[in-house]
C-alpha cells in the first residue's frame, strides 16, 4: 500500500485476511477450479493492495471479467497434492456513501416495479435482469405474501425495502447449523433460520416476487464495535448482504442479517443473482477421496 494515500474524511481502512484450506484423503490427480477472491474497486470503495497466494502453485492461470463485472481467477493444479490452500490478503478503503439518503423520497415502489417491465421498443434497463427467478431462488406465492405488509401501494422502495429487512431480521432465527451452501431460499423461508447467505435470499426473493430488482452481495464484514455498542452477528466469516434497485439513489445495499445499511464496515467482494454465481472456490478435481474444509477469516480496521 502507498502510504501518500490519504484516506477521505470519514472512511475506514480494513485489512481482510481470508485463507482457505481443502485437505484430501487421497492425492488429488489433477483439479480445475475457479475463485472469486479480489474485491473490486467501486466508487465507495479503493483496494489499495492485494495478494493471493495458492498452495501448491498453479500450473496454469487466467483472469477474467465476468457478466456481473466480477473478477473470476481461474487456475489448474497439475501436480498430484493432498492439501490445496487459498490465501487472500486484501486492504480497502471505505467510504461512507448513504448521507444523502432519503428513503422516504425515493420513487414510490410500483413506479420502480413498472420501469423494470419489458416494453416493446422501449429502452431496456440492466438492473432488470435481477428481477427474474435464479438458481437458489424461487419466485413464490409466499415470499410476495410476505412481502406485501412492507409495500403497501405508494410506499417508496427504499422505504419498503429497509422495512422488509428489519422484519426479516425480527423473525427470522441466526442459526449456523441449520443450512448448508446450497439451501434454497424457500427452504430457509420455511423454517425462518439460517445463516446471512439464507436471510438475503429470502430478502432478496421476497423483491423479486413484487417486481424489484435485488442481487446478492458477497463481502466481508468487519465486527469490531464501536464503544458501548454491541457486536454484530458474523464475525470471523464470509458475510452477505442485499442490494435493491432504486432508479435515483442506485442500489442501495441492506444486510437484514443485522439490520443495517451496508456501508463502512462491509467489503464488497462480489455481486450475482445469488450464492451460486459467486462462491469463493468452486470447480472440478479428479481423485482426493474423502476432503475437509477449513476456513479462516479475519477483518481488522486500520487505526
Do not use: K
Not at 29 to 43: K, N, S
Not at 130 to 138: G, H, L, M, Q
Not at 180 to 206: K, L, N
Request: with cysteine; hydrophobic share 40%; net charge negative.
Amino acid at each position: 500500500m502507498n502510504d501518500a494515500v490519504t484516506s477521505p474524511a470519514g472512511s475506514c481502512t480494513l485489512n481482510v485476511l481470508h485463507t482457505t484450506t481443502y485437505r484430501y484423503s487421497q492425492p488429488v490427480e489433477h483439479a480445475q477450479q475457479r475463485a472469486v477472491a479480489t474485491p473490486p474497486d467501486l466508487p465507495w470503495q479503493a483496494v489499495t493492495a492485494h495478494d493471493t497466494l495458492i498452495e501448491p502453485a498453479p500450473t496454469h492461470q487466467h483472469v477474467r471479467i465476468d457478466a456481473f463485472g466480477n473478477r473470476v481467477q481461474h487456475f489448474m493444479l497439475d501436480v498430484p497434492h493432498t492439501q490445496m490452500q487459498l490465501t487472500c490478503s486484501s486492504t480497502v478503503v471505505l467510504t461512507p456513501r448513504w448521507q444523502a439518503l432519503d428513503a422516504a423520497a425515493s420513487a414510490p415502489w410500483e413506479t420502480v416495479a413498472r420501469s423494470l417491465r419489458f416494453h416493446a421498443g422501449q429502452p431496456f434497463d440492466p438492473a432488470a435482469q435481477f428481477v427474474f427467478a435464479s438458481p437458489n431462488i424461487a419466485l413464490h406465492p409466499g415470499l410476495r405474501e410476505y412481502a406485501s405488509p412492507s409495500f403497501a401501494a405508494g410506499v417508496p422502495v427504499v422505504a419498503g425495502a429497509m422495512d422488509l429487512m428489519r422484519r426479516i431480521h425480527a423473525d427470522f432465527e441466526y442459526h449456523s447449523e441449520s443450512t448448508e451452501v446450497h439451501t434454497p431460499a424457500m427452504q430457509a423461508f420455511a423454517q425462518r433460520s439460517g445463516v446471512c447467505q439464507d436471510f438475503a435470499q429470502v430478502m432478496i426473493g421476497c423483491l423479486r416476487s413484487v417486481g424489484l430488482a435485488a442481487r446478492y452481495v458477497s463481502g466481508y464484514l468487519c465486527t469490531v464495535p464501536p464503544s458501548g455498542e454491541p457486536r454484530l452477528v458474523g464475525a470471523d466469516a464470509s458475510h452477505a448482504w442485499v442490494s435493491v434497485y432504486c432508479p435515483v439513489a442506485g442500489w442501495v445495499d441492506l444486510d437484514p442479517t443485522n439490520n443495517v445499511l451496508a456501508d463502512t464496515r462491509h467489503v464488497t467482494l462480489a455481486l450475482g443473482r445469488d450464492y451460486s454465481d459467486v462462491p469463493l472456490l468452486h470447480g472440478v478435481i479428479v481423485g482426493g477421496g474423502a476432503h475437509g474444509v477449513d476456513v479462516a477469516v479475519t477483518v481488522v480496521p486500520v487505526e
